[in-house]
């Protein structure tokens, strides 16, 4: 299961994964019944969570909503630390995550928002780079693990601090190495190469420690919030949630 989910990761478009993958997944859950590990976005329990990355790691993917630890991470930190799930508030989702579309539409205190360049998930076609909204649009504006694939991550954080309104914040996810800087060639095209030196064949950079300050170049305050660090150690292991990761919480300057 590892090699399969690996190797389809690598190499089937985005696109359909996040059109078909579900359909497939689900049936999976079927085989994975069991209460050793539970998803706090969808509800459900298994015996353990399925394998997921180009480097397999166990115990990471939700086979129902397809929710990976860094999903469940971001769904506690909005139930416990924000009142997103309470509060009318207007809602951008960039390259929204199928794991959060449908639960977040139902949610009738939000107006929520999905826009994306390539995804079939989003109903507004949209380049972060050129968001189509007026200044001061946003409560709030999701980002997660797109700055990585984006020809200017500057250009597209200052327009993510255009649309917020005056107090809105966000939450930016990137994958984050533990390296000080961060690294981007924009001459390196090869697939190939870019998988080597940035980890995946549609990285255009490999963010380091300095993700947060880099970014807040833009404008936007962002802000390192150690929230797994919080939590009991029995929750953390009854999640499966990813005991390094930080919240990367963005504030309109």
Not at 29 to 56: D, M, Q, T, W
Not at 87 to 111: M, Q, S, T, W
Not at 139 to 168: Q, W, Y
């Amino acid at each position: 299961m590892k090699s399969l989910i690996s190797w389809t990761i690598r190499y089937v478009p985005r696109r359909y994964l996040q059109l078909f993958s579900h359909f497939f997944l689900r049936l999976a859950a079927v085989f994975y019944r069991g209460n050793a590990v539970h998803c706090p976005i969808c509800e459900r329990s298994f015996r353990k969570f399925l394998p997921y990355g180009r480097v397999g790691r166990d115990n990471a993917l939700c086979p129902n909503c397809l929710g990976l630890e860094r999903h469940r991470l971001m769904w506690l930190f909005l139930k416990q630390e924000t009142d997103f799930f309470k509060n009318p508030l207007k809602v951008l989702h960039i390259a929204p995550e199928l794991c959060f579309l449908g639960r977040f539409e139902a949610l009738d205190n939000l107006e929520y928002i999905t826009g994306d360049l390539e995804s079939p998930l989003a109903t507004i076609k949209m380049d972060i780079h050129q968001i189509p909204f007026p200044d001061n649009s946003f409560d709030v504006v999701f980002s997660n693990h797109v700055l990585e694939h984006v020809e200017n991550d500057i250009e597209a954080c200052k327009e993510i601090n255009r649309v917020l309104k005056p107090g809105g914040w966000g939450i930016v996810q990137s994958p984050v190495y533990d390296m000080e800087k961060t690294i981007e060639d924009p001459t390196l095209t090869d697939p190939s190469e870019r998988e080597r030196v940035f980890g995946q064949r549609d990285h255009v950079r490999k963010y380091g420690t300095d993700y947060a300050a880099r970014l807040s170049t833009s404008g936007l305050t962002v802000t390192e919030i150690p929230f797994v660090q919080t939590l009991d150690p029995s929750l953390i292991k009854k999640h499966a949630l990813p005991e390094k990761e930080l919240i990367y919480l963005a504030r309109k300057s």
